[in-house]
């Protein structure tokens, strides 16, 4: 459902290890050595052209942001960015590529969740990493609290910023944006959604919701979801930057639901761990009914987070269904 998996917070550079999931601090944030002037990396192999980070997430969250004396700044902004070049982060830049992959983080993460799924993607589809409100370099912009809002200023920044064809994907809440955003209407469809995690909108939710709990009621039961490590949710400077952002986006997450949702109007797929929690196989299964375009529909060995934990299982099937489109 949620958790801290990736990403920069303020004074410390976090970032993912090698399975792209688990958080670790790294002491003081670092900046990215690519800046305005500076050229970018000449291509790699197949043509596509080489990172300008180092996978790990340090471009597509910046840095942490800090104020006097190095202080964390923990008030949001007013009012967020108005401009849809901070929603959106390529590892790669490629015009030319064949296909983009879009990807939504789940509830509490960012870009960085997806930092290192462009050597592992096929070599003709470009990643784009989504950057949501209230975390990486958008720490100061308050996160969002509903659906409609959050959705419109989605999908105008997709209009905006990403070439067709694109797929569009999501883990749990992204899952849950992909959904809310195709059925709102977008300037050019996806090519196809692949949802990961995610409860069919009219299905209840499988586990009792956490977003209005105590605090350290909260924070127990998001590492019991999440695996947020424990150093983490120890951590009183950095609970206090991160617990706003995590308790939106959970109860986005938790309070998503349609009595009679719209038919999804391009092709899916859906994937769902075998021994997922969250997401349980009728609650993913309910997606059939509205999928009048088509499905495909994956069980991956694993939990919530099996694209994770099972990567080699998991890419093995995306690559497919990135070549089908």
Known sequence: MAGVRGGD???HHVRSDPAGHRLRLLGPARRSAHRAGHPRRTPGPAG?????????????????DTGARGAPVTGAADVRSTGPGRWFHRPAPWPDARLRLVCVPHAGAGA?????????????????GVRLPGRENRLREPP??????LTGAFAD??????RSPYVLFGHSMGAMLVYETVVRGTGRRPERVILSGCRAPAVRRALPAIHGLPDERFREELGRLAGTPREVL??????????????????????????DPPPVPVPVTTFRGADDEVAPAEAVAAWRTLAPRG???????????????????????????????
Do not use: N
């Open 234 to 259: 120890a951590d009183p400077r950095l609970m206090a930057v991160l617990e706003p952002m995590l308790r939106a986006d959970i109860r986005l997450a938790e309070t998503w639901s349609h009595r």
């Open 157 to 162: 920044a997709l209009d905006e910023q990403v």
């Open 295 to 325: 499905i495909r529909s994956h069980r991956v060995p694993g939990g919530h987070f099996c694209l994770h934990d099972r990567a080699p299982e998991f890419f093995r099937l995306l690559a497919r269904e990135l070549s089908l489109c």
């Open 144 to 149: 969002f609290h509903d659906w409609p809002s």
């Open 48 to 64: 596509r052209p080489a990172p300008d980070d180092d996978g790990g997430g340090r471009a597509a969250g910046g840095t942490g």
């Open 112 to 128: 960085a969740a997806y930092g290192a799924w462009g050597d592992r993607l096929p070599a003709d589809v470009e990643l784009v």
């Open 9 to 11: 917070v303020p004074g």
